[in-house]
């Protein structure tokens, strides 16, 4: 069954800090990995896109990786600002579908 | 540009009344779709259109109908609401569908409840 599984489900950090965010997948074929962020009250808002052929990429304080071996991404933030504290959606998409994980829901404390 | 606008931002109906969720995009997208968000579970997808006249039901279809009779309007219409249908929905939209690595905009969401 396609499956995309993201821990921990909640995370509570200080401002300044940095944390990683973990998505693992069972979809197959596997197109691509998406991460979104979504604020309270509003659409989730893309993040990154990353093909099987590549393993990081970056939005600004924003880096995830991708190991399309061991079926597992992870979003990384760094420097972590007030403004971060939102849910964080893995989606994979395969065999012309979206996959949507549960996310991460991340506060960002002063 | 406006991007994928939703209306209404809330709703409350009794059980059995209809309704209709709107989403109007000015992005010129091919791909047009509707999703409801539930505590605890990912997305799941109601209907999609891949063009203007062109419909087809996603993982959760029943209880709801579509249409696109245009690009930019692609309205879900709820026929007898049911206390299972409360839940947030969004409509996002893309280019194309086809392409792999299409970045998929979303609507800021419609709050349903059903009494």
């Known amino acids: 069954k396609n499956q995309v599984e993201q821990s921990p489900q909640s995370l509570i950090i200080l401002e300044g800090k940095n944390c990683t965010l973990q998505c693992n997948y069972t979809v197959s074929p596997f197109s691509n990995l998406r991460w979104y962020k979504q604020d309270t009250g509003r659409g989730p808002v893309s993040l990154t896109i990353?093909?099987?052929?590549?393993n990081t990429k970056s939005n600004g304080r924003y880096t995830a990786t991708l190991d399309a071996d061991t079926k597992q991404s992870s979003l990384h933030i760094t420097a972590s600002q007030l403004s971060d504290s939102a849910s964080y959606i893995c989606?994979?998409?395969?065999?012309?579908?979206?996959?949507f994980g549960q996310g991460t829901e991340l506060s960002v404390k002063p | 540009n406006a991007g994928v606008t939703q209306t209404p931002k809330f709703q409350v109906l009794k059980t059995g009344q209809s309704m209709t969720l709107q989403c109007a995009q000015d992005?010129?997208?091919?791909?047009m779709s509707w999703y409801r968000q539930d505590p605890g579970m990912g997305l799941r997808l109601i209907h999609y259109s891949v063009g203007a006249g062109i419909t087809d039901q996603g993982e959760v279809p029943n209880g709801y109908n579509v249409s696109r009779s245009t690009t930019e309007d692609f309205p879900l219409r709820l026929l007898s609401a049911a206390p299972s249908q409360t839940s947030v929905y969004f409509c996002?939209?893309?280019?194309?569908?086809?392409?792999?690595?299409?970045?998929?905009?979303f609507g800021s969401g419609t709050q349903l409840s059903v009494l």
């Open positions: 990353m093909t099987f052929s590549e």
């Open positions: 992005m010129n997208h091919e791909y």
């Open positions: 996002a939209s893309s280019y194309r569908q086809a392409a792999t690595n299409e970045k998929l905009f």
């Open positions: 989606v994979v998409r395969g065999g012309g579908k979206l996959i």
